[in-house]
């Protein structure tokens, strides 16, 4: 099977994480420091992070999604995680953009979140 095909007509609409970058687990511990004020559980338990793509000259760009579109802090969010992951020693820069493909859903949570929520 032609892989390259296969990755253009099945690509990933959630671009992968560059888990092996060294400053990735502090980015996402600075992640889930980052709750949404109606839900008690953090915004990288829940799913809303979507890719945390960190280059080699550690400039970190996050894609983060809501739960909804109407989100009262939909307007702030974006700033409440950059302002999290600004301060991790190393980072050169952040960016944080808002995007809605695809759609959040209760799936993408972890199993954290859905036991705090009552859903397991």
């Known amino acids: 099977m032609d892989?390259?095909?296969?990755?253009l007509e099945g690509a990933p609409l959630i671009a992968p994480s560059s888990t092996d970058?060294?400053?990735?687990?502090?980015?996402?511990?600075?992640?889930?420091?980052v709750y949404d004020p109606e839900i008690p559980?953090?915004?990288?338990?829940?799913?809303?992070?979507?890719?945390?793509?960190?280059?080699?000259?550690?400039?970190?760009?996050?894609?983060m999604s809501l739960t909804a579109?109407?989100?009262?802090?939909?307007?702030?969010m974006p700033?409440?995680?950059?302002?999290a992951v600004e301060p991790i020693p190393g980072v050169k820069t952040v960016d944080v953009a808002l995007v809605w493909e695809p759609p959040w859903g209760m799936d993408m949570m972890s199993d954290e979140a859905r036991l705090e929520l009552g859903f397991m």
């Open 3 to 7: 892989q390259s095909k296969d990755m």
């Open 21 to 33: 970058h060294p400053l990735y687990e502090a980015v996402v511990a600075a992640c889930q420091s």
């Open 41 to 63: 559980v953090n915004i990288y338990e829940l799913g809303l992070i979507y890719t945390i793509d960190i280059n080699a000259e550690s400039e970190v760009n996050i894609k």
């Open 69 to 76: 579109p109407g989100c009262p802090v939909a307007g702030e």
């Open 79 to 83: 700033g409440w995680v950059a302002d």
